[in-house]
């Protein structure tokens, strides 16, 4: 019997942060040149940044440094909150997108949560 092991895509929390991250980007490239300097880049960076630490802690050898960047994730989430509440209130989303996004970004503590659980008892080192 072959051995399966965990890929990347695997990740149920990567998979959504970065399909969202892909998505908020198709929505800035679209603003104009003001919203997309000052409110455009910190958002993409914000949502980008979730996917990115996900990816960078699943390819750290240790445990521990895996759990530290699935931690970042925790803060690029929470500031990717606040540039979608922004983003809305500058009537820069729809009201569609919005509810999308925030609907998705919902999702993640859970997820980053037993990604966590599961590194911690799953991995020995």
């Not at 996004?101 to 590194?119: D, G, V």
Request: positive net charge; proline residues 1%.
């Amino acid at each position: 019997m072959e051995n399966k092991y965990l890929q990347l895509n695997d990740i149920s929390a990567y998979k959504i942060a970065f399909n969202l991250s892909n998505y908020v980007w198709d929505l800035v490239v679209k603003w104009e040149w003001f919203a997309k300097k000052h409110v455009g880049g910190q958002f993409t960076e914000a949502i980008d940044s979730i996917s990115a630490n996900i990816a960078e802690g699943f390819g750290r050898y240790n445990k521990k440094y895996k759990i530290k960047f699935y931690r970042y994730s925790f803060g690029s989430l929470k500031e990717s909150f606040d540039w979608t509440e922004k983003s809305n209130r500058r009537s820069l989303l729809l009201i569609e997108q919005y509810q999308y996004i925030m609907n998705e970004l919902q999702k993640l503590p859970l997820e980053l949560n037993q990604l966590i659980k599961y590194t911690n008892e799953k991995l020995t080192i």
